[in-house]
């Protein structure tokens, strides 16, 4: 059984069928009893009507006059009650469609919230299983140093894993409710992106990493987010790329910005996906692909708060490109 249905199933996650037929139940009755009475209101004007006029006296001399007075009052009674009901219509249906809307709208946020919470828990096990089978492993065998050295390093990348999801996860709380203090200064923006391409170098020596940068591109901006931004895309890249293909970052400039591109050859990002790929906790194909759903959303706000914009294509060759692009007409972009 997948990791996140039995999860699940343990967590007793109810879904919301039962709620939308209780509430399309109540809404059919409530326009059912608006019928009704709508008829017997009619109906009871009618019969209001025809007695009134049986009770003019056919030699009155105003008979004329009182039987036009008792039917303007009739079409008056039934144009109001028309009225009314279209009135009781038109709020009725205003306010089902916006129940309607936030009740979907908090079983999504539920849900996704739900879904961070079994891929953040899947996220730290992996690293916390691997430090600790690593430790142990230390601890209780006489090895060699080559075989050493391989545990510290495969530690040290499982510990720098877990340092990235802890920012992305502390970064997006502060950013949201304003508590991260944006620090900008003049920066080579070369070399930050060089420095985040050789951490992962470093960390995945057996990928292969091109890079087309330009010699110098000075910038004005917070280093710790705009490096956060690239090591995401970065990130995702290697994530969903297959392990002999190629994942190039090229930055450029042109008159209206700074253009940096992510290519991987991945399996590419489906259709449907591609509109919510950036929304918080959004994790693509109903929750099942790697990841939190932070890392997207936190770097397009990176980019947001830097006056820039990102966005996504699809490769050519297969897989995707995520470009982000940073405008220099103002002097803090």
Not at 105 to 119: D, K, L, P, T, V
Not at 161 to 172: F, P
Not at 226 to 235: C, K, R
């Amino acid at each position: 059984m997948p990791y996140n249905e039995a999860l699940r199933k343990r967590l007793n996650i109810k879904r919301p069928q039962t709620i939308f037929i209780l509430y399309w139940f109540l809404l059919s009755y409530i326009l059912i009893f608006l019928v009704f009475w709508f008829e017997v209101l009619n109906k009871q004007n009618d019969q209001i009507s025809r007695y009134r006029l049986d009770m003019i006296d056919v030699n009155d001399p105003f008979h004329r006059e009182k039987q036009h007075e008792i039917e303007y009052i009739h079409d008056r009674d039934k144009g109001q009650y028309i009225g009314e009901a279209i009135t009781f219509l038109i709020l009725l249906a205003g306010g089902a469609i916006f129940v309607f809307r936030a009740i979907s709208r908090q079983f999504i946020q539920s849900q996704q919230q739900q879904n961070f919470m079994m891929a953040i828990t899947h996220e730290l096990k992996t690293p916390i299983a691997v430090t600790k089978l690593n430790l142990e492993t230390l601890q209780k065998r006489v090895l060699s140093n080559e075989q050493r050295q391989k545990l510290i390093k495969t530690t040290i990348q499982e510990a720098n894993r877990l340092n990235a999801l802890c920012n992305n996860m502390l970064l997006t709380s502060q950013i949201e409710v304003g508590g991260y203090k944006i620090i900008k200064e003049e920066i080579d923006l070369v070399k930050v992106i060089l420095e985040c391409v050789n951490d992962f170098i470093i960390r995945f020596p057996e990928r292969k990493i091109e890079v087309r940068l330009p010699e110098e591109v000075i910038v004005t901006g917070d280093v710790l987010l705009l490096q956060l931004a690239v090591n995401n895309l970065l990130d995702n890249a290697i994530k969903y790329s297959r392990k002999d293909g190629i994942v190039l970052l090229e930055m450029y400039e042109r008159s209206k910005g700074i253009h940096i591109k992510v290519f991987d050859e991945g399996p590419g990002i489906a259709e449907r996906d591609q509109r919510m790929i950036f929304e918080k906790y959004y994790r693509g194909s109903h929750g099942r692909t790697k990841g939190t759903g932070l890392g997207l959303y936190l770097t397009k706000r990176i980019v947001e708060t830097h006056n820039g914009l990102i966005k996504l294509e699809m490769n050519p060759g297969g897989g995707s490109i995520f470009e982000i692009v940073l405008k220099t007409q103002k002097k803090y972009f």
